[in-house]
């Protein structure tokens, strides 16, 4: 199963649905857990409002998928306080859009730090767009820059 979380200060819903419904239209299995959904495909496994306790709740949930693909988890910055996704090795981090001060909730710094400590653990392959606040925070290893500003990947 390739495992794809995607973060950002605002576009993480409407990229997990679109990319969730490209993997399906392309013949993958594909699951998803965002703050809308939680499908398994094109079915709705539960009630769902992305408020998971810890990374053994997570683990329940996910047991239920029958190894699809694809799962696409949209990151939620309580969840990931909560280490929710510690246990998890994502093959794909994406991040849709960034800008610092963006949440009312946290101070900048504590905002860019929970970003960035999601995006620099070394594991998989970062997905960044370089027109964004702090673009420097985010390189990782292995990362693929795009820009909304020009055509080049």
Not at 17 to 44: A, I, R, V, W
Not at 103 to 118: A, C, G, P, V, W
Not at 136 to 147: K, N, V, Y
Request: proline letters at 2%; charged letters at 25%; a negative charge.
């Amino acid at each position: 199963m390739n495992i794809i979380g995607i973060s950002g200060s605002y576009g993480k819903t409407s990229c997990a649905l679109g990319l969730h419904q490209l993997l399906m239209e392309l013949g993958y299995s594909s699951s998803l857990l965002c703050s809308t959904d939680f499908l398994k495909n094109d079915k709705p496994i539960l009630k769902w409002n992305n408020n998971i306790n810890s990374s053994k709740e997570l683990e329940y949930y996910l047991f239920q998928l029958d190894d699809p693909d694809f799962l696409i988890i949209e990151i939620a910055e309580d969840n990931f306080l909560r280490g929710v996704y510690d246990d998890i090795t994502f093959d794909y981090k994406v991040l849709t859009a960034f800008k610092n001060g963006y949440n009312q909730h946290r101070s900048k710094e504590q905002y860019l730090n929970i970003k960035t400590d999601f995006f620099n653990k070394p594991e998989g392959i970062t997905i960044i767009n370089k027109d964004i606040d702090n673009y420097d925070s985010f390189m990782a290893e292995d990362s693929i820059i795009f820009s909304y500003s020009d055509d080049s990947c």
